[in-house]
């Protein structure tokens, strides 16, 4: 079955970086876009990055782009989220998402708290 893990969440103060990891299985792993997507407290969850199967093309949204890169590694099933220069209104929890055919999947999520 589709299995989506996220790590790499954690609490850093404003500026820093942080680097997500999200390892997949139960899929054809080069086969699909993967995305990122967050929320906050009290929030919907959003949209923050995506990367096609090849890692040609990625988006972002706007509130992160230049900051924030979206990467994978198909040898490793494995899609990165760089996070830098985080800002107080960046925590959230963070989950991993991959869309295949027509079911969304979701990790269970990795926590970033950045301080002010």
């Known amino acids: 079955q589709v299995q989506l893990v996220e790590s790499g969440g954690g609490l850093v103060q404003a500026g820093g970086s942080l680097r997500l990891s999200c390892a997949a299985s139960g899929f054809t792993f080069s086969s699909y876009y993967m995305g990122w997507f967050r929320q906050a407290p009290g929030k919907e969850r959003e949209f923050v990055a995506r990367?096609?199967?090849?890692?040609?093309?990625?988006y972002y949204a706007a509130s992160v782009k230049g900051r924030f890169t979206i990467s994978r590694d198909n040898a490793k099933n494995t899609v990165y989220l760089q996070m830098n220069s985080l800002k107080p209104e960046d925590t959230a929890v963070y989950y991993c998402n991959a869309d295949i055919g027509v079911t969304n999947y979701w990790g269970q999520g990795t926590q970033v708290t950045v301080s002010s």
């Open positions: 990367i096609s199967n090849s890692a040609a093309s990625t």
